[in-house]
């Protein structure tokens, strides 16, 4: 066995794409030498700016043999009276490739038969890996790429070297005009190399002696002790924004942490307004004293040692001061007038070139919070009048921060700056927060609203949103989401699902697309020409969103689908039925939901069938049961239907699950005493329309079809 290296040397990529692509790349080789049937050990990811590698241990030299055995004729058939191999076995035999001497004799439970049995060896690795390699390098993708110089090969930034080393041999690998070798390259300044590799094992080593730390999490581990030390040496600590060590540990090879300092005077303004310069523009770390304000500091980070660390500090200082003096004059000059005064100026900026001004939009958030709370009362959570008035008043004031000059300039502060605008205004502190909270959660990890009315707000944003872009036809597709609704979709969903609030969704975007004009909804409210509705497309892409989440949190993705299919468009409705669905799953046998689900699927079979014979459920008549198992399923369901709905209108999934375990019994006994396809046809529609009631039953808390169970596959 030999280990592999593969490094793609790269001009610097944005820091965003380096994690995706080097986990995709590795990915990606293990399930190509998998495909390959090459074995191989432990793999390690490398990545920094200028580089993508993967060494992999212990792969394989060459594949294992192949065995494969193919069944001929019979011994009756392939020997003639005589014992010789009659034509058959001899067309057989060469049809296989191999003498017909070489077959094999063998008995089975049809009798004995002749097999050929061919052995093929397996080939060679190194004839194996340069294309999978190729294949691999050519297959990564990225949110953008590029074309360079005269070649048609595509990548996220011009290639410059590739190495490939099997062993001690370098492979024959070609990117474009990038022939693979054996020398890498180090740091431009602390050492740039080339740098010959001998074995793939060398890889880390050589190039900490080049002055890159390959791997990411030594890397960043160097980052975080930098920085802590730099701003204990200002007297203080730093904020440690995880986004942002991750994207400063994307963005060097090497860090060295230094200090610069601004003048105390800036500290007079809102904090956000310090901070976002600092974060979003330079990638600085802010640092705080012991009672956790905000010191005249900031700590930066170079790609180098510490060589000339003083000028570099000054000249950052002297970039982050023009920084801040763009931000106060912004932040004076809006504090000109009140927040409510940028409301006019909403109608001379777009939301979307086919949806309208920020002014439409103000209007249909206006109308559409109301018109939330009114379906989230529907549905057992209501919001008192106080904090609607106050989502209400939030909302008409929601986008005048981003008439203002401090958004215009500072795009990451809207919202936030807002919030800090409307207190100065002499808004309530409720609608300030609101304002605030409009655009949380901001991604995967950020903080939700924080009260009722932000989260109101919240999602009535994001619920217009999504409607309008759907109603245009702009659906995010593979892996290409360029207005960011994916994202949007999983904030509305952690905020319902975090407050158990109960919205149908289907609903709401009714109500959302009601808003917009027929020119952007059609006469229908379709998207297009499809005959779908938009609510429903909608549904769909959301519903895909649930499925993830929530098997994330480590629920059964089948007891996901039961849930999803019964739960009326409800996310936290159907996260609580998936919930208790897999509470009472992961007991001790004897609670009912195997044995439900099993009988519950040969009862949906049943009906799938008859339905296929144009079979329509209809009432049942109880003068029409024959056998006593029919009465008994007949009132077991009956005697349940009161206590079941109880329990479905409370919500009380796991209580309506046992309940219905309850019916197994009287389901079994019928399936044991009922012919259910009976000659006579209305005694027979009868029957199916008992066990069509039983399916009723079961699908207002999961559509079990969907459970898988250890006695049949699949219900």
């Given amino acids: 066995?030999?280990?592999?290296?593969?490094?793609?040397?790269?001009?610097?990529?944005?820091?965003?794409?380096?994690?995706?692509?080097?986990?995709?790349?590795?990915?990606?080789?293990?399930?190509?030498?998998?495909?390959?049937?090459?074995?191989?050990?432990?793999?390690?990811?490398?990545?920094?700016?200028?580089?993508?590698?993967?060494?992999?241990?212990?792969?394989?030299?060459?594949?294992?043999?192949?065995?494969?055995?193919?069944?001929?004729?019979?011994?009756?058939?392939?020997?003639?009276?005589?014992?010789?191999?009659?034509?058959?076995?001899?067309?057989?035999?060469?049809?296989?490739?191999?003498?017909?001497?070489?077959?094999?004799?063998?008995?089975?439970?049809?009798?004995?038969?002749?097999?050929?049995?061919?052995?093929?060896?397996?080939?060679?690795?190194?004839?194996?890996?340069?294309?999978?390699?190729?294949?691999?390098?050519?297959?990564?993708?990225?949110?953008?790429?590029?074309?360079?110089?005269?070649?048609?090969?595509?990548?996220?930034?011009?290639?410059?070297?590739?190495?490939?080393?099997?062993?001690?041999?370098?492979?024959?690998?070609?990117f474009g005009a990038v022939v693979a070798g054996r020398e890498t390259y180090g740091h431009r300044q602390l050492g740039p190399g080339p740098w010959p590799l001998e074995k793939p094992s060398d890889y880390a080593t050589v190039l900490a002696n080049a002055g890159v730390l390959a791997d990411r999490q030594l890397r960043r581990e160097r980052l975080i002790q930098e920085v802590v030390r730099a701003a204990q040496a200002a007297g203080g600590k730093p904020d440690l924004d995880p986004e942002l060590v991750d994207e400063v540990t994307n963005l060097v090879e090497y860090p060295t942490a230094f200090v610069g300092r601004f003048d105390r005077s800036y500290l007079k303004l809102p904090e956000p307004v310090i901070i976002t310069p600092m974060r979003h523009h330079q990638r600085y770390f802010p640092v705080r004293g012991a009672d956790g304000r905000l010191l005249p500091a900031f700590v930066g980070v170079r790609n180098g040692g510490e060589r000339n660390l003083a000028a570099i500090a000054a000249g950052n200082e002297r970039v982050l001061r023009a920084r801040l003096d763009d931000a106060r004059f912004y932040f004076e000059e809006d504090q000109r007038a009140p927040l409510a005064a940028y409301v006019d100026k909403l109608s001379g900026i777009v939301f979307q070139e086919r949806l309208g001004t920020l002014a439409a939009k103000r209007e249909?958030?206006?109308?559409?919070?109301?018109?939330?709370?009114?379906?989230?009362?529907?549905?057992?959570?209501?919001?008192?009048?106080?904090?609607?008035?106050?989502?209400?008043?939030?909302?008409?004031?929601?986008?005048?921060?981003?008439?203002?000059?401090?958004?215009?300039?500072?795009?990451?502060?809207?919202?936030?700056?807002?919030?800090?605008?409307?207190?100065?205004?002499?808004?309530?502190?409720?609608?300030?927060?609101?304002?605030?909270?409009?655009?949380?959660?901001?991604?995967?990890?950020?903080?939700?609203?924080?009260?009722?009315?932000?989260?109101?707000?919240?999602?009535?944003?994001?619920?217009?949103?999504?409607?309008?872009?759907?109603?245009?036809?702009?659906?995010?597709?593979?892996?290409?989401?360029?207005?960011?609704?994916?994202?949007?979709?999983?904030?509305?969903?952690?905020?319902?699902?975090?407050?158990?609030?109960?919205?149908?969704?289907?609903?709401?975007?009714?109500?959302?697309?009601?808003?917009?004009?027929?020119?952007?909804?059609?006469?229908?409210?379709?998207?297009?020409?499809?005959?779908?509705?938009?609510?429903?497309?909608?549904?769909?892409?959301?519903?895909?969103?649930?499925?993830?989440?929530?098997?994330?949190?480590?629920?059964?993705?089948?007891?996901?689908?039961?849930?999803i299919e019964a739960g009326k468009f409800d996310p936290a409705g159907i996260a609580a039925r998936a919930e208790a669905l897999q509470a009472v799953a992961g007991e001790e046998a004897g609670t009912g939901l195997e044995d439900l689900a099993t009988a519950y699927g040969r009862v949906y079979r049943i009906l799938e069938q008859a339905a296929g014979t144009g079979w329509e459920p209809g009432p049942v008549e109880p003068g029409l049961f024959v056998e006593p198992a029919e009465k008994a399923l007949w009132e077991a369901l009956e005697e349940a239907g009161s206590e079941l709905e109880r329990e479905v209108n409370a919500g009380n999934w796991r209580r309506a699950i046992e309940r219905l375990a309850g019916l197994r019994t009287p389901v079994d006994r019928f399936f044991d005493q009922v012919l259910v396809m009976a000659q006579d046809p209305k005694v027979r529609i009868n029957r199916l329309n008992l066990l069509a009631r039983f399916r009723e039953k079961v699908r207002k808390v999961a559509a079990l079809e969907r459970v898988v169970t250890n006695r049949s596959g699949s219900s």
């Fill in 364 to 563: 249909r958030l206006m109308a559409l919070v109301p018109e939330l709370a009114e379906n989230l009362a529907a549905a057992g959570t209501k919001l008192d009048e106080v904090t609607v008035a106050v989502a209400t008043r939030a909302a008409d004031l929601a986008k005048a921060d981003l008439a203002t000059r401090m958004v215009s300039e500072f795009p990451e502060l809207q919202g936030v700056i807002g919030e800090e605008y409307a207190r100065r205004s002499g808004e309530p502190e409720g609608v300030a927060r609101a304002i605030g909270e409009q655009y949380r959660p901001r991604g995967a990890t950020d903080e939700l609203p924080a009260t009722p009315a932000g989260a109101v707000l919240s999602l009535a944003d994001r619920v217009d949103t999504l409607a309008g872009y759907f109603a245009i036809g702009l659906v995010p597709s593979g892996s290409q989401d360029p207005y960011a609704l994916r994202r949007q979709t999983l904030g509305l969903l952690r905020i319902l699902l975090d407050a158990e609030w109960h919205l149908d969704l289907v609903a709401a975007f009714r109500r959302a697309l009601s808003h917009y004009p027929e020119s952007v909804t059609g006469p229908r409210g379709a998207a297009g020409a499809t005959a779908v509705p938009v609510e429903m497309l909608l549904w769909d892409f959301v519903a895909e969103r649930l499925r993830g989440l929530l098997t994330g949190r480590g629920l059964r993705y089948d007891l996901v689908e039961a849930a």
């Fill in 1 to 174: 066995m030999k280990d592999l290296l593969v490094e793609i040397g790269v001009e610097e990529l944005p820091a965003r794409f380096v994690d995706p692509a080097l986990e995709a790349f590795c990915h990606d080789l293990e399930q190509r030498l998998q495909e390959a049937r090459l074995a191989y050990g432990s793999v390690h990811g490398y990545a920094t700016p200028r580089r993508l590698a993967a060494w992999i241990e212990a792969v394989a030299e060459e594949q294992p043999k192949t065995v494969t055995e193919k069944r001929g004729p019979s011994r009756a058939v392939g020997l003639g009276t005589n014992g010789d191999f009659s034509e058959a076995a001899k067309g057989f035999a060469r049809s296989q490739g191999i003498d017909v001497r070489d077959l094999v004799l063998r008995a089975t439970p049809q009798g004995e038969y002749f097999f050929a049995i061919r052995e093929q060896p397996g080939r060679p690795a190194v004839e194996l890996l340069p294309d999978l390699v190729e294949q691999a390098i050519r297959s990564l993708s990225f949110p953008k790429s590029m074309r360079w110089g005269t070649g048609e090969v595509r990548f996220a930034r011009p290639v410059r070297w590739l190495v490939v080393l099997f062993g001690t041999e370098v492979l024959p690998v070609r």
